[in-house]
T-cell receptor, first 112, second 110 residues
Framework: NAGVTQTPKFQVLKTGQSMTLQCAQD?????MSWYRQDPGMGLRLIHY???????DQGEVPNGYNVSRSTTEDFPLRLLSAAPSQTSVYFC???????????FGPGTRLTVL | GENVEQHPSTLSVQEGDSAVIKCTYS??????FPWYKQELGKRPQLIID?????GEKKDQRIAVTLNKTAKHFSLHITETQPEDSAVYFC?????????FGAGTTVTVRA
């Protein structure tokens, strides 16, 4: 099993550009989530999904969109990048919210 | 929403000594409390978790305690080793949302 994979590993954007961060898992997990990690602030939940076709907002959803068309994939879209979105983004998956969450390797995003 | 506070933010211990990290949470309905370890440049990985119907859980040199009345939980690492140096995050969950503390950077001095 590959576990949770994320692409790209690094990305530099200009303010106003849009892009999609990819996340996939091969463990048949129903629950998937996106976090951003900033220095001194831990991990903050952006969006999550409890199954295909079901998504909801987390703690910091503004400026991001998600969709879940399959169990395996959970892409995160930045609509119009801003410097405040410079961060490390982690995708995670688990059988449920009360089971081990497995994190992907992360995407380091810089917005100029 | 849930608010998780974690202390201390940094912790330096001598190899072989114990390390203790404490977290408090705000929502009494939270019922799942995992701890994650993140090494530099790596992804967070679960090291231990506890559910609200349990007061204490141990796994080798790591233990977690939960006080539901006071709404706080702690991570205890005994006989620390250099490989324990990392950032540790506590988290609390109610329903579908997991809220993390800000993290504790643990340095084990040889």
């Amino acid at each position: 099993n590959a576990g949770v994979t994320q692409t790209p590993k690094f990305q530099v954007l200009k303010t106003g550009q849009s892009m999609t961060l990819q996340c996939a898992q091969d463990m048949n997990h129903e629950y998937m989530s996106w976090y951003r990690q900033d220095p001194g602030m831990g991990l903050r939940l952006i969006h999550y999904s409890v199954g295909a076709g079901i998504t909801d907002q987390g703690e910091v959803p503004n400026g991001y969109n998600v969709s879940r068309s399959t169990t395996e994939d959970f892409p995160l879209r930045l609509l119009s990048a801003a410097p405040s979105q410079t961060s490390v983004y982690f995708c995670a998956s688990s059988y449920s919210t009360k089971d081990t969450q497995y994190f992907g390797p992360g995407t380091r995003l810089t917005v100029l | 929403g849930e608010n998780v506070e974690q202390h201390p933010s940094t912790l330096s211990v001598q190899e072989g000594d114990s390390a203790v990290i404490k977290c408090t949470y705000s929502d009494s309905a939270s019922n799942y409390f995992p701890w994650y370890k993140q090494e530099l440049g790596k992804r967070p990985q679960l090291i231990i978790d506890i559910r609200s119907n349990v007061g204490e859980k141990k796994d080798q040199r790591i233990a977690v305690t939960l006080n539901k009345t006071a709404k706080h939980f702690s991570l205890h690492i005994t006989e620390t080793q250099p490989e324990d140096s990392a950032v540790y995050f506590c988290a609390a969950s109610k329903g579908y949302k997991l809220s993390f503390g800000a993290g504790t950077t643990v340095t084990v001095r040889a």
